[in-house]
Each structure stands twice: as C-alpha cells, then as structure tokens.
C-alpha cells in the first residue's frame, strides 16, 4: 500500500544549526510530496511541495527535493531558529482526480525542538 | 480573508454525552475532511466527503458522524460510542481534483477532553 515513513523524533538542536528530517514514501503511481508543519497548539500549515521527480519544494529557508530513485523527500534548513521549534509531518497524495486515491496520507510527524 | 474555523477551541464533556464539533470553510472547496490526532501517532483519517450530501468513513470512522448539508459545513458527531474520545481533532478542505498541487488547508483544530 501507500505510506510515509519519517525518522522517529525528538529532534533537539541549538540554534542554527542544520536541519535534516528524513522522509521515505511507498506509492503505487507517481505522488505528490508536501511538508507540512504544525506550531503547539494549532493546526497544520502548508509549508512546501513537489509534485514531480527532481522538483524542489522551498519556503522560509526549509527545502526538499524530490527524489524518485531514493523514494525520499528529505526537509532541510541551514541554520533552525527557536522559533522552527514544532511538529513537521511528510505527507504525499496520489491522482489529481476524485477518490480515495486522492486522498493525503501523512507520516506520524517528527517534533522539532530549537534550543537558544 | 478565506478560511476553515473550528469550534470550540477547547472542549469538555462529560462520559456518555455525544458531543459535535463545528467546522466551517469560506474556501469554496468542495472536500473536508476530519482527522484525530493522538501523541506520537500522526494524523488519523475519520470521515471525508467530496460532495455536499456525500461522505465516505475513514481509518477509524467507529463511534462518529458526519454531515455535509452545505458546501461550508462538516460537523462532526463524537457519539458515547467512541471508547477514548479524547483527542486533538482538526478539520480539513480541499480543492476536489486539484490535491495534487495543492493539497489540504487546515482548522486549527478543536481539544476535546472528556471527563
């Protein structure tokens, strides 16, 4: 079947440091691929995408690049700030059309946590 | 500006009682969906409709329920016969066909807590 597997968090790191959070999918066609993040206490906010092979998502210093030989989409970011401290969830979705199919399935989020 | 509101932000019921959550979309997207979400297990799929008048059970739709009379609205129903109905619950939409560019805008979600 379809899913995402994220490298199991915590994730402690001091400020600016590098970020990396691995992210692997299983699809049976050709995915769309998002990160997506989520701040304490609140909903999920859109926070990059690729929708095809080689494609590179980038928004507020985070990239990811869709790697179709790997199955991957690695999130990113040279130097975190306290204020990255969060829930950051990979999620990818399969056909533009109606359906379950269409449907986005998340892996089980990795926490951030961005000491001063 | 456009939008999914949930509400109430914070909940509290007592054991036994039903209890529904609202979510409204001024979006004019054509699907919502309703996800739980528990510590350390990600978002979990509880109803999802794609039409007004139509929806479709999820990954652990048992003990709830849905509506979608308006394109705007999809409450959700937490009934006495959900076993461990304390969870974070947050709503979703989208744009039917077009998930693939765009995928979901998210509520910022409703705590339900039952005591």
């Known amino acids: 079947g379809n899913s995402v597997t994220q490298m199991e968090g915590p994730v402690t790191l001091s400020e600016e440091a590098f970020l990396t959070i691995n992210c692997t999918y299983t699809?049976?066609?050709?995915?769309?691929l998002f990160w997506y993040v989520q701040y304490p206490g609140e909903g999920l906010q859109l926070l990059l995408k690729?929708?095809?092979?080689?494609d590179k998502g980038s928004n507020k210093g985070f990239e990811a690049t869709y790697r179709k030989e790997t199955t991957s989409f690695h999130l990113e970011k040279g130097s975190v700030q306290v204020s990255d401290s969060a829930v950051y969830f990979c999620?990818?979705?399969?056909?533009?059309?109606?359906?379950?199919?269409?449907?986005?399935?998340f892996g089980k989020g990795t926490k951030l946590s961005v000491k001063p | 500006d456009g939008g999914i509101t949930q509400s109430p932000k914070y909940l509290f019921r007592k054991e036994g009682q039903n209890v529904t959550l609202s979510c409204e979309q001024n979006?004019?997207?054509?699907?919502m969906y309703w996800y739980r979400q528990d510590p350390g297990q990600g978002l979990r799929l509880i109803y999802y409709?794609?039409?007004?008048?139509?929806?479709q059970k999820g990954d652990i739709a048992e003990g709830y329920s849905v509506s979608r009379e308006k394109k705007e609205s999809f409450p959700l129903t937490v009934t006495s016969a959900q076993k461990n109905p304390t969870a974070f619950y947050l709503c979703?939409?989208?744009?039917?066909?077009?998930?693939?560019?765009?995928?979901?805008?998210f509520g910022s979600g409703t705590r339900l807590t039952v005591v």
């Open positions: 690729a929708t095809k092979a080689d």
């Open positions: 999620a990818l979705t399969l056909a533009s059309y109606g359906g379950s199919q269409g449907n986005l399935i």
């Open positions: 409709s794609q039409i007004v008048n139509d929806f």
């Open positions: 699809a049976t066609g050709y995915p769309s």
């Open positions: 979703a939409s989208s744009i039917e066909g077009r998930r693939i560019n765009y995928g979901y805008t």
């Open positions: 979006l004019n997207h054509d699907a």
